[in-house]
């Protein structure tokens, strides 16, 4: 049986909750990860996806929905 462990805080975990983004995000310093549209936005067409535990997943999706309330 496979195991699966949690990206953020390496605990093994059973059921994957993912946190997808568009690549540059993780990796804004190497400009081959994006190009940049007419309004000087960041896009790519490639996404990283970490599997996270639901502890991990509800920290950081808690902090993503913060922002996104401003
Ligand atoms: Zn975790």
């Not at 462990?5 to 093994?12: R, S, T």
């Not at 059973?14 to 896009?43: C, M, T």
Request: proline residues 1%; hydrophobic residues 30%.
């Amino acid at each position: 049986m496979t195991t699966y462990h949690c990206d953020k805080c390496g605990k093994e975990i059973k059921q994957i909750y993912s946190f997808r983004f568009l690549i540059y995000i993780a990796d804004a310093d190497r400009p081959v990860s994006y190009y940049v549209d007419n309004e000087g936005n960041r896009i790519s067409g490639r996404e990283e996806c970490f599997d996270l535990c639901i502890k991990c997943y509800n920290k950081v999706m808690g902090a993503a929905y913060e922002e996104f309330k401003k």
